[in-house]
Nanobody, 118 residues
Framework: VQLQASGGGLVQAGDSVRLSCSAY?????MGWYRQAPGKQRELVAA???????RYVESVRGRFTISRGGVKSTVYLRMNDLKPEDTAVYYC????????????????WGQGTQVTVSS
């Protein structure tokens, strides 16, 4: 599965951004992760093939994950961005929820930087 994330940038607090990630193959579940400087990578949101979603508590109500497109494309709509959302955002895909939750993939695509200024 090849992953290409895009859509990041420098924004101000309160702004919105939509990230996109295209996967080749037929992933069952896809997820967005982020890694802030000096912190471990964390799972932000995930969506399975049936549309079921999960979010980390800090983004619930502000971020929305969705899937669509001919390819397996996953989006992350981020509203009301805060400086603490600043991170490199990555996507990945797996065959099980357990794999997405563990996040111990051997391969990560190129992430996209999101920087939120106050």
């Amino acid at each position: 599965v090849q992953l290409q994330a895009s859509g990041g940038g420098l924004v101000q607090a309160g702004d919105s951004v939509r990230l996109s990630c295209s996967a080749y193959g037929n992933p069952i579940i896809m997820g967005w992760y982020r890694q802030a400087p000096g912190k471990q990578r964390e799972l932000v949101a995930a969506i399975d093939s049936g549309g079921g979603t999960r979010y980390v508590e800090s983004v619930r109500g502000r971020f929305t994950i969705s899937r669509g497109g001919v390819k397996s494309t996953v989006y992350l709509r981020m509203n009301d961005l805060k400086p603490e959302d600043t991170a490199v955002y990555y996507c990945n895909a797996a065959r099980s929820t357990a794999d997405i939750l563990r996040g111990d993939f051997t391969s990560w695509g190129q992430g996209t930087q999101v920087t939120v200024s106050s």
